[in-house]
């Protein structure tokens, strides 16, 4: 196991007929770069370099994949494809689109739009840090997952799941549109010690059936994610893991913090999205656009003296919890 | 190569959707593909996935752009859609093994092959009437074909399908050399069961298939009550005339060794073939060639 990261393509390399401006972003899967084509138009260059399997030594372009390892690269490069595939036939505004797929320096390459902005989990570590009573406004939200869930039709539509809905994963561009990104995950990858492959998840994002890893997987898996997803725009932290909401559950106490601070309507949806049980959530993407889109007079409920005594207690015995929820922030985990 | 497809899976009154079906196809030979996952054992709907993935992956690798040897590709892939079933049996431990039914067919210089195990059929429909269909391998189908009495016998029991411990029994038909205008329909059970072959036939014939199979699929779940059967059909007409766009699939739209497929890859077991270079190239031009296709599909 290589404990140094492969070293990215220096700026200036040509790649494919790309010329490569700086590293945007690198993670366990490759490099992300931001790169022009030949008429100048910027885009984003992901590269197939797992740090796990393969090594490049500073201004080499070329990198080492060990013998052994050899298989394990191959597989990884599958998942790439995989990638590739899914994201080749769509074209919407709210996923990200790839241009172009091309093979060289002995690995891939996969040409995205590139997209300016930040994502949705900056947004929310930055508006969480005002400590203010919401993280984002109501409307803010329902506009947002408005777009995001366009998205995820268009992608449910191509009979796909995205399977690693998170903040990280949903980008704000800086003219204003919701973009889903790394579609990566959609399968299979490697694990970060390299030598077998596990289903991917980020705790809290993850629906009880991700963890399976059985057929029961489908829309409604990917609208658990957006109600975590919800959650946290609320919330401004991720909710607890499904493995732990199967211990006990406390998303409905959780939820009542935000009583009177966001609508009935919108904890309600939250709590359809991440029950726990996959039929009972709604089964389309259609099915919750249906009820977000419902503008009728937001009702609130505020909380009754004796629901504030018993939120108060819960906050000293769920100390430690926090702890490691902010740990795992709203899903760190970047590849 | 032209022909139309159309296909349409429901779940009916059932709790999930255990069927599955896809299509796939070089610039000269179709692969389809449906399968019915079988209650009273685990995760059948995971066991008519593997099914077609397994057909579709060695379809992948055998059109090029024909099969050439249809029955030899037939019968040796709903064999390794066997096996892969199993071993995802025993990779989880599982005490009992998922189990599927399975119809596949595949069409190419004009002529039209097939092979099934279980109760999934295929009907070949030409000029208003039915060229022929699978025999399932039921009791129920059995014994009439014996001439014997059959009001009394569960039409549900199969006696041979993928995933059993037992060897799949599977038929290998044709070929059948296709004529303008042929239909050829592959469904699941939930629609034979309650719509008769003759109703099936005339409605193929007499509309569209993009109305036809609606149409069907509808009566079947209409017949079907509220403890409806999943109804799954997918169905092609071969070499249409130019008016039925929206189904229509032209494979000379597609370059020399590429390939599409509506099935669904990523295998959970993904070393079931290792990439060579050559199908690193063939993926890369797979995904070069949709792109180009969503581009013009925008414009």
Aim: net charge neutral.
């Amino acid at each position: 196991m290589s404990k140094v990261k492969p070293a990215p393509l220096p700026p200036d390399t040509v790649i494919g007929g790309y010329r490569i401006v700086r590293k945007l972003a690198a993670g366990g899967f490759g490099v992300v770069y931001l790169a022009v084509d030949t008429e100048g138009q910027q885009v984003a260059v992901k590269e197939y370099l797992p740090s796990s399997l393969a090594s490049r030594g500073p201004g080499e372009l070329l990198p080492q994949v060990q013998p052994e390892k050899l298989s394990l690269y191959r597989l990884g490069l599958k998942s790439f494809f995989e990638e590739g595939r899914a994201l080749a036939q769509i074209s919407h505004a709210s996923v990200v689109s790839v241009l172009n797929f091309f093979r060289e320096n002995e690995t891939v390459y996969m040409v995205m739009n590139f997209l300016e902005g930040a994502s949705l989990q900056e947004f929310i570590i930055t508006a969480r840090e005002q400590k203010k009573q919401k993280v984002f406004r109501e409307s803010t939200i329902r506009s947002l997952y408005d777009e995001v869930l366009r998205g995820l039709r268009i992608v449910h539509q191509h009979k796909m799941l995205h399977l690693d809905i998170k903040p990280a994963n949903i980008f704000v561009t800086d003219d204003n549109r919701s973009v889903l990104i790394d579609f990566g995950a959609a399968r299979e990858v490697l694990s970060k010690e390299g030598n077998f492959i596990r289903p991917m998840y980020t705790p809290g994002f993850a629906a009880p059936e991700m963890y399976r890893r059985d057929s029961s997987m489908g829309p409604w898996t990917d609208i658990y994610a957006i109600g975590a997803c919800i959650y946290a725009s609320m919330q401004g932290y991720p909710p607890n893991d499904a493995p732990q909401r199967l211990e006990k559950d406390r998303l409905s106490l959780a939820l009542s913090r935000l009583r009177g601070v966001y609508s009935d309507n919108l904890i309600e949806v939250v709590e359809w999205c991440m029950s726990l049980d996959p039929l009972s959530r709604p089964q389309s993407v259609f099915a919750l656009q249906k009820e977000l889109s419902r503008e009728t007079e937001r009702s609130y409920t505020k909380l009754t003296v004796a629901e504030k005594m018993r939120l108060q207690f819960d906050n000293i015995v769920s100390d430690n919890k926090k702890v490691m929820r902010k740990s795992t922030n709203a899903g760190t985990k970047f590849r | 190569m032209k022909f139309s497809v159309y296909q349409i899976s429901r779940q009916g009154g059932r709790e999930r959707n255990e069927d599955r079906m896809g299509y796939a196809y070089t610039r000269e030979s179709g692969l389809f593909v449906l399968a019915d996952g079988m209650g009273g054992h685990p995760e059948g709907a995971m066991a008519a996935q593997l099914a077609l993935q397994t057909f579709s992956a060695y379809f992948q690798k055998a059109a090029n752009p024909t099969v050439r040897e249809v029955p030899e590709f037939l019968s040796s892939a709903l064999m390794a859609a066997h096996h892969q079933i199993i071993r995802y049996a025993a990779e989880k431990g599982m005490l009992d093994t998922p189990r599927t039914t399975l119809v596949a067919s595949v069409m190419e210089r004009g002529h039209v092959y097939w092979v099934h195990c279980g109760d999934s059929r295929l009907y070949v429909v030409r000029n208003g009437e039915m060229l022929t269909r699978t025999r399932d391998h039921s009791y129920m189908e059995q014994q009439a074909h014996l001439g014997r009495a059959t009001e009394h016998i569960n039409r549900n029991i199969l006696f041979t399908c993928l995933g059993s411990p037992a060897k799949p029994v599977f038929d290998l038909s044709g070929p059948v050399q296709l004529m303008r205008g042929d239909r050829v329909l592959l469904c699941s059970d939930g629609l034979w069961g309650t719509v008769a072959d003759e109703e099936i036939t005339a409605e193929l014939s007499k509309r569209p298939l993009e109305q036809a199979v609606p149409e069907l699929v509808e009566l079947a779940l209409k017949r079907g009550g509220p403890r409806c059967d999943n109804v799954t059909v997918l169905a092609m007409e071969w070499e249409t005339a130019d008016e039925f766009q929206s189904t229509r699939v032209s494979t000379e739209d597609i370059e020399d060794g590429v390939f599409a497929s509506t099935i669904q890859s990523g295998t959970p077991d993904s070393t079931m073939e290792d990439l060579d270079d050559a199908a690193i190239e063939k993926s890369i031009a797979e995904i070069n060639e949709a792109i180009r296709r969503t581009a013009e599909r925008n414009t």
